[in-house]
């Protein structure tokens, strides 16, 4: 069924910031905002590196309290339980060491910066990805 009230404005803009906010890690930092690795790193406590991270990590979890102030945010409905989210997201942080990188760290800077590492990263993600929602809404749910 195709949704016909999709507005691509928010997104559009969404990754329009993600893009400049990246650029200006790469520019100001020399980082790549690969979140996987900021927030992997951060528990190396290299006094250097900390703050910046901090600060990164902070902005992703403030920067949607700021977009309420202004816009609704979407309502989101999840029907995996409690149990499947917390295995889904330790498959997801060991894939993101498995390939060095996680989709936003691929897929924004590494795309970007014509990294053929990350195209045959973010090629493995998609691909993975569709496999797996075939074999569960098709063959282990039939």
Same mark, same amino acid.
């Given at each position: ?35 996987? %690795?900021?927030? &992997? ?6 006094? $250097?590196? /900390? ?5 990164? =990590?902070? +902005? ?46 691929? %897929?924004?800077? &590494? ?6 590492? $990350?195209? /045959? ?5 998609? =691909?993975? +990805? ?13």
């Amino acid at each position: 069924m195709v949704n016909l009230d999709f507005i691509p404005w928010p997104a559009l803009i969404g990754g329009m910031i993600i893009g400049f906010s990246a650029s200006l890690l790469l520019l100001f930092n020399g980082r790549i905002a690969g979140v996987s %690795g900021i927030v &992997g790193e951060l528990f190396r406590w290299q006094v $250097s590196e /900390v703050n910046w991270r901090i600060i990164f =990590i902070v +902005g992703l979890i403030v920067s949607p309290v700021v977009w309420q102030q202004f816009f609704a945010l979407p309502v989101i409905h999840i029907e995996a339980s409690g149990v499947m989210l917390a295995i889904a997201g330790l498959l997801v942080g060991f894939g993101a060491r498995l390939g060095s990188g996680c989709t936003s760290g691929h %897929g924004v800077c &590494g795309l970007s910066r014509l990294s053929l590492r $990350s195209l /045959v990263a973010i090629m493995v993600f998609v =691909i993975t +990805g569709a496999i797996t929602v075939y074999l569960i809404r098709h063959v282990l749910t039939a």
